[in-house]
């Protein structure tokens, strides 16, 4: 094998998953992925989770390809520049390669010296040498982590070189917490362990934020409508994200050594896409073809208050109670987190509504630029009118020490809805709301039959029912959701448009609830507990749900 390959630098080797226009699934090296980027339909991987930190890695390059250090600029300039790109349908590559040479030999993922995403001669002060290659993948089934997996238990001795660096960028961006072994010249040792930082995110910074991009027909596009010139929340609009003189990438930066850091702090958007939660080295087999284990450890501990500024992939929220806890004059922000539970519809709110507090905006940053750009290329060959909202992450589970469940989902959206003035906005996260509420009176009007009179014993029986309709009813309205939203043009009458849209919801949900009376067991005659000391049938139920359904939803002309 040749020197240059077994190091497997990460510009010229093939690594990256990508699916193309044609639906060809195959690795390619950085250098490719941004030449054919505009063929590209999406990024890969051997898990979904993969794609954020793989994308959030490619826009680092971007900012330091065009813009390291650059000189001042107006807003209206960065602006310009951006549309510019996007009329132009593909990247400067002689920036881009230019770039990737002058930076080649860290990219590289047995450099002695500057080991990818990694610290050199990482060691493990115990008798333990290195962790086996299944703790580097989030998918292996183990004792008490994992997620669904088709890997057999105990089968992943080693993996490819361009599987491991997927899954080293993936662990920097998702790691779990918890007690980690400690590493030769780590000071943060206590008792034999080592803990996360104090008052620091646990898990991997991706792991503590709600992560979610836009997604355009091609790489190129989902690049860009991600690649934000300016902020537009956190201090107010116009903080340039690009150009900043101290904002560098993990790979220009001087090796870390092995001990963690407390470094409250990122300069920019290509520091924080990079940063180093982890110290990590990868141990490969002994002629660097295979990866067999890892040495991984805390590095860089990062809070995740007031982030605003640089984190353009999340959606923020108040926190009054934290403000107090630490002694902060301006009431400040953490990231919005998502829900594995709800599908991404349903938390669409904190994304699209335009909630200004003390002059800041809480939506993600990759929304309020795009409302900020999207009217420059409206007269241009690629206009942008549809954009997808794409939601993913990881749950954690037991202190945050291990995965408990994944994020993956995505919202196709007129992009106008962009618009924090968008009076369509209102009216499709009010079709979400009163239909969350109509389907909390599904479930009331299932707990009210299911459970008979006075029989206290089946109450348990009851809300288990209760959760099972309410989760048929979600089913139901997915592709209802998912289609509205997506035809969802606000040059149409959106108000007549959102009344058909609650009349479907309307009968699903009747048809639901009658379907289940039919199916019940439970007697018409027999009385059932409706609170305040009243007893009611379970036509009588049937009857309080149809009219809280007629006051979240409106009457229908007719019932079909």
């Known amino acids: 094998m040749e020197q240059s390959r077994s190091w ?29 980027a505009p ?16 994308l959030r890695l490619a826009l680092a390059i971007l ?25 132009d ?43 086996p290659v299944s703790e580097i993948i989030a998918d292996v089934p183990k004792p008490d982590k994992y997620l669904f997996s088709l890997r057999a238990k105990g089968a992943v001795h080693d993996i490819s070189l361009a599987e491991a660096a997927r899954w080293l960028v993936f662990l920097e961006s998702y790691d779990t917490a918890g007690i980690k072994t400690p590493v030769a010249g780590n000071t943060h040792v206590n008792k034999g362990k080592v803990y996360p930082p104090k008052g620091a995110v646990g898990t991997g910074w ?41 904002d560098k990438p993990l790979w220009e930066c001087s090796p870390a050594g092995p001990d963690m850091r407390m470094l409250d702090g990122a ?14 080295r990868l141990v490969p087999n002994a002629d660097l073809s295979r990866v067999q284990g890892m040495v991984i450890c805390y590095g860089d501990g990062l809070t995740a208050v007031n982030k605003q500024d640089f984190e353009t992939m999340t959606a923020w929220r108040e926190n009054a109670k934290q403000g107090k806890k630490l002694g902060l004059s301006q009431v400040p922000l953490l990231p919005q987190t998502l829900d594995s539970s709800k599908a991404l519809w349903r938390g669409l709110e904190p994304l699209l509504k335009f909630t200004t507090e003390m ?56 992009a106008s809805l962009l618009r924090h003035d968008a009076p369509a906005v209102s009216t499709v996260l009010e079709v979400v ?102 007893r009611i049938s379970a036509p009588g139920s049937e009857a309080k749900y149809a009219n809280a359904l007629n006051r979240l939803l409106g009457k229908l002309h007719s019932v079909r």
């Open 89 to 131: 349908g593909h990247f400067d590559m002689d920036e881009v390669r230019s770039y990737l040479q002058r930076f080649h030999d860290s990219f590289t993922l047995f450099d002695p010296e500057r080991p990818f995403f990694q610290t050199p001669g990482l060691e493990y002060v115990t008798e333990k040498e290195y962790d």
């Open 433 to 534: 709301r009163v239909t969350d509420e109509a389907v909390f009176e599904l479930s009331k009007f299932v707990h009210s039959v299911e459970q008979s009179a006075g029989d206290k014993s089946k109450d348990a029986r009851a809300r288990a029912t209760s959760a099972d309709v309410k989760e048929e009813a979600y089913d139901e309205l997915d592709p209802l959701f998912r289609r509205r939203i997506a035809n969802f043009d606000p040059s149409q009458d959106y108000a007549a448009y959102g009344q058909e849209w609650r009349d479907e919801v309307h009968r699903i949900l009747l048809a639901i609830g009658r379907q289940y009376l039919s199916d019940s067991a439970a007697s018409p005659f027999a009385l059932h507990d409706a609170g305040m000391a009243k």
């Open 8 to 36: 497997f630098n990460l510009v010229d080797e093939p690594w990256v998953s990508v699916v193309y226009d044609d639906g060809t699934a195959q690795d390619v090296s950085i250098s490719t992925l941004f030449t054919d």
């Open 206 to 246: 991706l792991g503590a934020i709600g992560g979610v991009y836009l997604e355009g027909q091609n790489l190129f596009q989902t690049l860009m409508l991600n690649w934000c010139l300016l902020s537009t929340g956190g201090r107010g609009d116009g903080l340039p994200l690009a150009g900043r003189e101290n």
């Open 63 to 87: 900012y330091r390809a065009y813009y390291g250090g650059v000189e001042q600029m107006t807003d209206q300039d960065w602006r310009a520049d951006w549309a510019q790109t996007w009329v």
């Open 267 to 280: 300069e920019g958007p290509a520091s924080l896409f990079t940063w180093q939660d982890r110290r990590i």
């Open 359 to 414: 002059g800041r905006d809480l939506r993600p940053g990759v929304v309020g630029w795009v409302e900020s750009v999207r009217e420059l290329i409206a007269s241009s060959a690629n206009p942008l009118t549809t954009v997808a909202i794409h939601a993913q992450g990881l749950s954690y589970g037991t202190q945050n020490s291990v995965f408990d469940d994944a994020i993956d989902d995505r919202v196709d959206i007129h």
């Open 39 to 54: 063929v590209i339909r999406e990024l890969g991987g051997d898990i979904p989770q993969q794609k954020l930190p793989l």
